[in-house]
């Protein structure tokens, strides 16, 4: 084994508006050591270029344009959701990474994503060593979900919970000055299948009851329609308008999903997404308010325009520490973000063993959510306000952000085909 | 009659992200013309202000606050939807009206919207005229859909064309990056609901057919299935993925909004809004494709942060020529926007008589898209590209843009109630 080893680097599942800022921290801060560090081949598509030897040659980028990544949302190698199975199960997929990674001089893996992600990386390493393939494995956290366990929070999040915090208070002010003679109650759904963290940073905006959102729905909240349509009677009753964040992952008492309780088309076919359809829906018919709604969908997660600038760093520095981790000797682990102080705000990055990521997810506290089930607290608002601090907008060229295209040009294939 | 009357201004309409800049541009320069006009009267909720007495006093507002309007989204002085009736049809609203100006000295009524309240603007000053009520009306362009006529185009537009070119663009990114195992289709559904200036503002953010959006759905050109069906499909084939901007305003052959024309909830009521909901079901049904799906509503038109320079100072300069129109003795005219050049882009401030304005929509012209029906063509680009120029983001506190409040404070009435 020479000294100078190349590095694999995979983006995993839905991309941020600030992933590629953590690939730039890896292949920057790769560059910086190149007496030690070949080069940083990226997975075409995440880990299924891994499995198909379809890898993309980044040292065939300038310095600016891997510099612009900072700036470019999506996942600038392609990104996918695909989980690889238990080490006996699918042992055959584990051998052809190592395959892989053998033929091309890799001895640093670095996996950029959420849960299943980190738990994959653990599982290369363990398989490596069993093998006894020598390669440093090191996970490096990415969701917008911000359900990581261990780390303070997840690059991503912040971005995600500016836009909506932004978004909500800008539609808020729309709503409100139409509401005496037009639509009264506004529905925005958000992402979040599973806990309420991106529907709780809508929560930033609102700085008094008056103020829009004046009611949030989160996951954690079994969905009670007579409680709700009384709230935002309640609301519309006392501030002459209601403004909602509705996070996607609402359930009914009965754990269903809203979004998939409800409506039917023509055909009898379960209508497709939208929770925000169904509240609206509701409100119209047991309270008669003019309604409008939004889905922001990947509008959230691809805002690059609005990210934060504390997002956008941490998304930077756990990309450098995957990699001055590994060149440290370190591996199994993930650097984590660490909040020091709250006021002010300060953090640095710290490390935890991926075997005490892998299939574990960080919950909303129910200390973050108001009694009522409707707002957040100010616990919640203390852990949530410098996460979307600061600004640092992409360049502009004629009037739109001015996003980095690479080429992405792959590297010669070695080996014989795969089938994934 | 005192040579130092009072101003009368209102917000008509759905509100703009650079609305409050024209607002900004009225009290600003009458401030600055103290010795002619007294103090600007702003009606609560639009002309129900002038109905119904309720009169904002300006004048209480700071200087500095005043000038936050610029930065300001939302209509900050309340809007409505409330169109006067002919002169005959309903004298005693116009009446109402010119008692309530005579009451506070206002001789000069400044009225901010779009066709409908041009045409307001016209009936008043014809109907203070019949009453020799010394007056004068000056329209202040403002609407999204950029459907006035004469003027290039409409204040509040090239903000909302900005955001939804950005949205877009940023999406797209978020979509192509995950298509190869993931999302292939993605819609987009933006307002516009008689023109499709909005999504064809989309377009500029495509510099190629491989680029986001690969197709806009106009409503000047009729919904065709399965030729839109074909067009997805051969799109995904070659691209790998498919990204929409729909106007809300798509129209099946026999004339029907899409929106109206699709699905129904389980008690069988038309389905509520959403034509984004009803193409991805389609592109579902018949072509299989992964799909997801925005609808902006409100945060197009709110997204400040997001808002053009150009679009910005054109709303502040509307709003200081209709002032200074008036001193300069013309009455029954609006600002216009004249484009003098397109490369370099140059615009000045000309003039139209309202009788010009009131009752006529301005269409997008045939030219501007292109022979398929689903892209825009270098004509409408060159229109549309400098409308979204420059960048002007509100102050950001904490992360989150700060917005003005205002005080809001009521002048005293002096008139008995009267009904609307």
Redesign the interface.
Known sequence: MSTRRNAFYA?SG??T?VINASACGVIETARANRSRIGRVYAGR?GI?GALTEDLIDTSRETARTIAALRH???????????KLKGLEENKAQYERLIEVFDAHDIGYFFYNGGGDSQDTAWKVSQFADRLDYPIRCIGIPKTVDNDLPVTDNCPGFGSVA?YV???I???G??????A???TKV?I?EVMGRHAGWIAAAGG??SRSPSEPPHLILFPEIPFDPEVFLARVDNCVKRFGYCTIVASEGVRTKDGKFLADA?????FG?A????N??IL??MV?EKLGYK?????????Q??????A?K?DLRQAYAVGRAAVRFALAGQTAIMPIIVRTSNRPYRWKIGQVDLSRVANRERKMPRSYISRNGFRITGRCRAYL?P?????S?PP?K????E?ATLKNIAVPKKLPAFSV
């Open positions: 983006q839905g991309p508006s598509n299924l470019t949302p999506g996942a600038a190698f392609g990104s996918c959701r695909y500016k915090a932004t978004s208070r800008e539609a002010l729309d709503v409100a000055c139409m005496a003679t037009s506004f925005l930033l905006a409800g409506t039917r088309d023509v076919h209508q497709l997404g939208g925000a359809v609206a829906q119209k309604y409008h709604w939004a889905v922001a969908d990947y509008l997660r691809s805002a690059r325009h609005i934060s504390t306000a996460l979307v601090r600061g600004e907008p502009f004629g009037g739109l952000p996003y």
